[in-house]
């Protein structure tokens, strides 16, 4: 029943990296494909907030916080979205998520950044 599954976050200082890996194995190939997908933070005590995204295309966006620091990347074959993190904040802090950019799937678990400073 799982339709998203996200992996990677852990304990890190400031100035270092993590790579968040979200697989989405109930989704076909051929709906993957072509569907935006997105990495959302949620900070401790706030909503969760859209951080980057990527089209089929691979076309990607990010919000001006992570820029220069974040790459999102996605491997269609293994149904799977990246999100490089680097040069982590103390803000960074917090679980991040995957969806398609339309949140139309069921949230995942999430997994835990946290960024000591």
């Known amino acids: 029943q799982v339709h998203l599954v996200e992996s990677g976050g852990g304990l890190v200082q400031a100035g270092e990296s993590l790579r968040l890996s979200c697989k989405a194995p109930?989704?076909?190939?051929?709906?993957?494909?072509?569907?935006?997908m997105a990495w959302y933070h949620q900070a401790p005590g706030k909503q969760r907030e859209l951080v980057a995204s990527?089209?089929?295309?691979?076309?990607?966006n990010y919000v001006d916080s992570v820029k220069g620091r974040f790459t999102i990347s996605r491997d269609n074959a293994r149904k799977t979205v990246y999100l490089q993190m680097n040069n982590l904040q103390f803000d960074d802090t917090g679980v991040y998520y995957c969806?398609?950019?339309?949140?139309?799937?069921?949230w995942g678990q999430g997994t835990q950044v946290t960024v000591s400073s």
């Open positions: 969806n398609t950019i339309a949140q139309n799937l069921p």
């Open positions: 109930r989704m076909i190939t051929s709906t993957f494909n072509p569907t935006t």
């Open positions: 990527i089209t089929g295309s691979r076309t990607t």
